[in-house]
């Protein structure tokens, strides 16, 4: 079924109200080269979009996927790819899965909720 993209506007308007930004995820390095950790290297796309924090259990039932992930992310569309780093309220979550729709995009993360 095709999705109008009046409504995939109404719904856009009226659910995906938070920020939400999308970095890619790598090795970083200091200015002469040493590796000191991994982490955000280059933020990459950034976007309205509804988080949600919810279980292990409930992904599993909706989505059939048995995961480690604790929230999940709806968006009209974003550049996100599995492994890169979703930013939220100043926490970083890592993308475990991403399911694209008719209508919205899913991308199922885990991470931490420290400011929760």
């Not at 939400?20 to 796309?45: H, L, M, N, Q, R």
């Not at 979703?86 to 970083?92: E, L, M, S």
Request: charged content about 25%; overall charge negative.
């Amino acid at each position: 079924m095709q999705i109008p993209d009046l409504f995939k506007k109404v719904i856009s308007d009226t659910f995906y109200d938070k920020d939400i930004e999308i970095w890619s995820s790598g090795t970083i390095t200091d200015d002469e080269g040493a590796v000191i950790g991994s982490g955000k290297v280059e933020k990459i796309d950034s976007f309205k979009g509804n988080f949600q924090f919810t279980t292990r259990e409930y992904i599993q039932k909706v989505y059939g996927l048995e995961i480690e992930a604790n929230a999940i992310v709806t968006c009209d569309k974003t550049l996100a790819t599995i492994g890169n780093i979703v930013v939220y309220k100043d926490n970083d979550y890592t993308i475990k899965s991403k399911i694209t729709g008719d209508s919205h995009t899913v991308l199922l993360v885990n991470g931490s909720d420290d400011n929760v």
